[in-house]
């Protein structure tokens, strides 16, 4: 076999391989910007904290609200120390980040052929709001991305154990991608209805998943669920606000930072219609497309409705999104308004609330309450036209398992 016959069998993996270390580059550059110094001075002492005191004694001492990126802090706190330790911490999503982009390589090949499917890793290592929220930043929005995405995955395999578990390990990295959680559930349950008596029920066994992934992560560090959801509800209590920096639904019409008072309890009667929704293509349909684009549908609800928002939470979607839109070019489309509407929407945070810094003029405008109505609206006009385009599966969906 000659060099162009090699070159052209393994186009997709010499494809990826450019794509991997380009994305890393980049990252390794930024990673050095200004970003939210209160955010990676917190991480930092939950590392140092692991390290001091060990999983068992570390609430004792400290409180966390990703569980599961606990133990990967912990080995950070024990290799370094003081600004090594922070930028340790600041660049933790780049590992993540380079395993969703093979990921969603693979999850490409299911839509589409190679090298075509190198767009959906193209789409997500290149993306300016990724980078924005993650080594810029110093976020980990990407760990609970990649564990959001392989439950879907493993449930739409029917691997009902490992999409139990997996959907746990997201609750526990971020508690908001715990949703993940409900297309899971239902999946499972619908499967389970069509199976032949005498054997686990695919619920179950996610179930058992479920509470096995809970045990191994949360047990160690002696977070028991009543403890957990103790924490998780603190948490969303601190900043009772109608939006945190989300232009979503009360971002646009009351603005950000503002008590949202009685709007709480509107805000999440309207997420759980939304959610409801968002999960009724699964009653005609549990093969991968519809799966993944119910997952989407379940991260657009959760954005755009509640109050109490941050502007991060729109992040799964940036990973969801990709593989799809390497199939259909109108989705592609959709996925370069939704990017560019998220980038604007972090670098609002960003702008806002740590040493990162842009021309005065651009960031006047950028800050401005006429520009939040605007990203806002174009970001859910541009989810209301990609749901409206997904719900058409596209050419080469798996069926069911």
């Known amino acids: 076999m000659n060099t162009v016959s090699l070159l052209r069998r393994h186009v997709g993996l010499i494809g990826l391989i450019g794509l991997l270390l380009v994305g890393l580059a980049i990252r390794l550059v930024v990673v050095d910007w200004p970003g939210h110094d209160g955010?990676?001075?917190?991480?930092?002492?939950w590392a140092e904290n692991m390290a001091r005191y060990g999983p068992w004694n570390f609430y004792?001492?400290?409180?966390?609200?990703?569980?599961?990126?606990?133990?990967?802090?912990?080995?950070?706190?024990?290799?370094?120390?003081?600004?090594?330790?922070v930028r340790a911490v600041k660049g933790l999503s780049i590992p993540f980040d380079m395993a969703l982009a093979v990921l969603l390589y693979v999850v490409a090949l299911r839509f589409t052929r190679s090298p075509r499917a190198l767009i959906a890793p193209a789409l997500y290592l290149l993306n300016p709001a990724v980078l924005l929220a993650g080594p810029v930043w110093g976020q980990v929005d990407a760990a609970s991305a990649l564990a959001y995405l392989a439950a879907l995955l493993a449930v739409a395999a029917g691997w009902y154990p490992a999409a139990g578990a997996l959907a746990v390990l997201a609750m526990l990295t971020k508690p908001q991608a715990g949703l993940v959680a409900l297309p899971v559930a239902v999946v499972?349950?619908?499967?389970?209805?069509?199976?032949?008596?005498?054997?686990?029920?695919?619920l179950v066994r996610v179930a058992v998943g479920a509470l096995v992934a809970y045990v191994v992560?949360?047990?160690?560090?002696?977070?028991?669920?009543?403890?957990?959801?103790?924490?998780?509800?603190?948490?969303?209590?601190?900043?009772?606000?109608?939006?945190?920096?989300?232009?979503?639904?009360?971002?646009?019409?009351v603005g950000y930072a503002v008590p949202d008072g009685p709007l709480f309890w509107v805000g999440a009667i309207l997420l759980l219609i939304g959610?409801?929704?968002?999960?009724?293509?699964?009653?005609?349909?549990?093969d991968l497309s519809t799966i993944l684009t119910v997952g989407l549908f379940v991260v657009f609800a959760f954005y755009f409705l509640p109050t109490r928002v941050h502007e991060r939470y729109l992040f799964p979607a940036m990973a969801l999104l990709a593989p799809m839109a390497a199939a259909n070019w109108r989705v592609f489309g959709g996925y370069l308004f939704m990017t560019a509407g998220f980038a604007l929407t972090i670098l609002y945070a960003l702008v806002t609330t740590t040493p990162f810094g842009l021309p005065r003029s651009v960031e006047l405008l950028l800050v401005s309450r006429t520009s939040a109505i605007w990203i806002g609206l174009t970001l859910m006009a541009t989810a209301a036209t990609l749901a409206i385009l997904l719900l058409r599966p596209p050419p080469g969906a798996s069926t069911d398992p």
């Open 39 to 45: 955010d990676t001075h917190i991480t930092a002492r």
């Open 188 to 202: 499972a349950f619908l499967r389970g209805r069509r199976r032949a008596a005498g054997t686990a029920s695919p």
């Open 275 to 286: 959610l409801v929704v968002a999960l009724l293509p699964l009653r005609r349909r549990q």
């Open 217 to 253: 992560v949360a047990g160690p560090l002696r977070l028991d669920p009543i403890r957990f959801v103790d924490r998780v509800m603190t948490v969303g209590a601190l900043k009772p606000s109608t939006s945190l920096n989300a232009p979503n639904l009360w971002g646009m019409l």
């Open 60 to 85: 004792e001492h400290d409180r966390a609200d990703y569980q599961a990126l606990l133990y990967v802090y912990w080995p950070l706190g024990v290799l370094f120390d003081g600004d090594a330790l």
